[in-house]
């Protein structure tokens, strides 16, 4: 069965620097969710889409924006990064409340 | 909002021994999943069980929506269940999980 896919799997990147994600969720499914996992840390939900509209929104920094396009796929990106936003980034993708599927993730290294 | 509380944070047992891990909720939720992150860090899908009780192999699971807790089984363990176990609650408009518990099976 088709899951969520999730690129880059690794990325590093410099202080200051720009970054994109990209998720592509299981087919059919209407809802995106983006979350960010720190070292030691429990996934702390970031934002949201449903059928490519912002549904909900967490504790994401103003530095970090997100889109869902009209084929479905999502791009988190985010501007001026810091140490501190070193994480295991997860997209995951859900039909209404249903069972979430989580991609592998992308764990992104500031340097 | 909704606090999620998961018990007990860490947990050490030889291979082939039993366990049983909780996850309180302080409302009321629409769904509630079990999520094993093995420790390549991916998040791998347990059980979907807003209420009841589901069994998968030596893995089971059961929640009292009513009383706002669920517990997952974890029976004849083995080295590969090692990992941290999150229990994830719908709520709102997202789901919200719980601090995890970090399990270490020893051979």
């Known amino acids: 069965a088709a899951g969520v896919i999730q690129s880059p799997r690794h990325l590093i990147k410099e202080k200051r620097e720009t970054a994109t994600l990209k998720c592509y969720p299981i087919p059919r499914h209407d809802t995106v969710y983006w979350y960010q996992q720190g070292p030691g840390q429990d996934p702390q939900f970031l934002i949201s889409?449903?059928?490519?509209?912002?549904?909900d929104k967490g504790s994401i920094p103003d530095r970090f924006s997100a889109q869902q396009f009209s084929d479905y796929h999502s791009e988190l990106n985010m501007s001026s990064l810091e140490l501190g936003d070193s994480a295991l980034y997860f997209c995951?993708?859900?039909?209404?409340?249903?069972?979430?599927?989580f991609g592998n993730g992308t764990r992104l290294t500031v340097t | 909002g909704i606090q999620v509380e998961q018990s007990p944070p860490d947990l050490i047992l030889q291979e082939g021994a039993n366990s049983t891990l909780r996850c309180n909720f302080s409302d009321s939720v629409n769904n509630l999943q079990w999520f094993h992150q093995n420790p390549w860090g991916q998040l791998i899908n347990l059980f979907y069980?807003?209420?009841g009780t589901k069994q998968n192999g030596r893995l089971s699971a059961t929640t009292v929506a009513t009383e706002r807790y669920s517990l997952l089984y974890i029976s004849s363990s083995q080295t590969t269940d090692s990992g941290v176990y999150f229990c994830?609650?719908?709520?709102?408009?997202?789901?919200?999980f719980g601090p995890g518990t970090r399990l270490s099976v020893l051979p």
């Open positions: 995951a993708s859900s039909l209404g409340a249903s069972p979430l599927h």
């Open positions: 069980i807003p209420s």
């Open positions: 994830a609650v719908y709520y709102g408009q997202n789901f919200v």
């Open positions: 889409f449903y059928e490519k509209m912002q549904s």
